[in-house]
């Protein structure tokens, strides 16, 4: 997954639309500052990279816990991590659970707290266990559908961010 991140995400980028500004392999200035990387932004290691993104987006929110219930709707959770934060992702899978319990008969309404603790990790084995072989698809189609009528709300909000909507729905299209 990080591999295909870093792929995705290409080398050195200063995009003078992207709030982010200067980042390497994905990773922001901000985010490298805040993890110790002090030197010029195009000389950030790959290995440092993928340090950031195992540690901060996949073992700090949990999704190592995801993927041993549902490996694909994990790698996704990764992407949208990656790309909004954390707590957007986590809280995408959240909403997501409480709108398919079918009215709370299934497992009760979780909080949207953007956090993955038992509850949320509970209502997750429950959907999966007792919904069949196409529950992990049906999460993700609807994890998919809120990340979706995101960008298309940061484009709408920001015109600047429309440089960047196409090329964020591209890479998450499915066959």
């Known amino acids: 997954m990080i591999d295909a991140v870093i792929a995705r995400e290409g080398g050195y980028s200063n995009h003078p639309a992207d709030r982010g500004g200067e980042t390497r392999w994905g990773i922001t200035k901000g985010v490298a500052r805040q993890h110790g990387y002090q ?10 990279a993928v340090d950031i ?3 901060i987006y996949w073992l ?3 999704l190592d816990d995801v993927a041993k219930r549902a490996p694909a709707l994990a790698a996704e959770l990764f992407d949208i991590a990656v790309n909004m934060g954390a707590g957007i992702a986590i809280g995408f899978l959240q909403r997501a659970l409480n ?4 009215g709370g008969r299934d497992y009760g309404d979780i909080a949207v707290d953007r956090v993955i603790g038992p509850k949320t990790l509970a209502a ?3 959907f999966l266990s007792h919904r069949g072989q196409k529950a ?10 809120l990340q979706g009528a995101r960008y298309i709300s ?3 909000s920001r015109p600047a961010n429309e440089a960047f909507l196409y090329g964020w729905l ?4 499915r066959p």
């Open 154 to 156: 940061l484009a709408e």
């Open 124 to 126: 997750l084995e429950y």
């Open 136 to 145: 992990e698809s049906v999460l993700l189609r609807a994890v998919d559908s």
């Open 39 to 48: 030197g010029a932004m195009r000389l950030l290691p790959r290995e440092q």
């Open 99 to 102: 709108a398919l319990n079918r």
């Open 170 to 173: 591209a890479h998450r299209t």
């Open 53 to 55: 993104y195992t540690r």
């Open 60 to 62: 700090r929110p949990r």
